[in-house]
């Protein structure tokens, strides 16, 4: 099945400062490439998504890229805020005869300081 | 537009007992996939449901299950539980107009159990 590598598994970023948490995929036929962002006692928060069909996508301070060849897929965040701070996700999905099923990566714990 | 709702928000079990969760999805969604989320194993997929039927299954026990009602509204069920079923629940609805459609989770469901 589909195995899906997370790091760093903590960031400390000043603010005003950029975030990058990077994640690797295995399955090749993965086609879907979400991030969640979780605030404590939250539920994830889809931020953006990119499919395998776009190399990079872009709103405001966040971006995602993808890189199909290497199997992996990065999440940017510019001029940090303090409400930024969070656990942030990414996952990949793979077509399943009609299904939805992610897989999660481990989760970053980010931390914008003052 | 409400989002998902979960009910209850916190349950105390002891082991041996039975518990049944609930999901009201976002209005209009068909689809509802339940999650446990645990420090050490992360966030893992349970099922999926749509129209009433299970179109996905993780690798869970069968103490694990799961139905969906015609108005999409779905419900989980552990039964027998065990101390190391103690994690939050999350449940994500999706419209799913096409695969690999965006997931909108809940605020989940944390379960504990002594």
């Known amino acids: 099945g589909e195995n899906v590598e997370q790091h760093p598994s903590t960031l400390s970023v000043q603010e005003g400062d950029s975030a990058v948490i990077k994640c690797t995929y295995s399955d090749s036929a993965s086609n879907y490439f979400p991030w969640y962002k979780q605030e404590l006692g939250k539920g994830p928060q889809l931020i953006i998504d990119?499919?395998?069909?776009?190399g990079e996508k872009k709103d405001q301070r966040i971006a995602v890229t993808l890189n199909k060849t290497a199997k992996h897929f990065s999440l940017h965040i510019t001029e940090t805020q303090p409400e930024d701070s969070a656990v942030y996700f990414c996952a990949a999905s793979r077509p399943t005869g009609g299904g939805n099923k992610l897989t999660f990566g481990t989760g970053t714990q980010l931390k914008v300081e003052l | 537009k409400a989002g998902v709702t979960q009910t209850p928000r916190y349950l105390i079990k002891t082991r041996g007992q039975q518990v049944t969760l609930s999901c009201s999805p976002i209005s209009g969604h068909r689809s509802v996939s339940w999650y446990q989320q645990t420090p050490g194993q992360g966030l893992q997929f349970l099922f999926e449901y749509f129209s009433e039927t299970q179109r996905n299954k993780g690798n869970f026990p069968g103490r694990f299950s799961g139905r969906q009602f015609s108005n999409s509204r779905s419900e989980m069920n552990v039964s027998t539980l065990e101390l190391g079923d103690s994690a939050l629940y999350l449940c994500?609805?999706?419209?799913?107009?096409?695969?690999?459609?965006?997931?909108?989770f809940g605020s989940g469901t944390q379960l504990s159990v002594l």
């Open positions: 994500a609805s999706s419209s799913r107009t096409a695969t690999n459609e965006k997931l909108f």
């Open positions: 990119i499919r395998s069909n776009v």
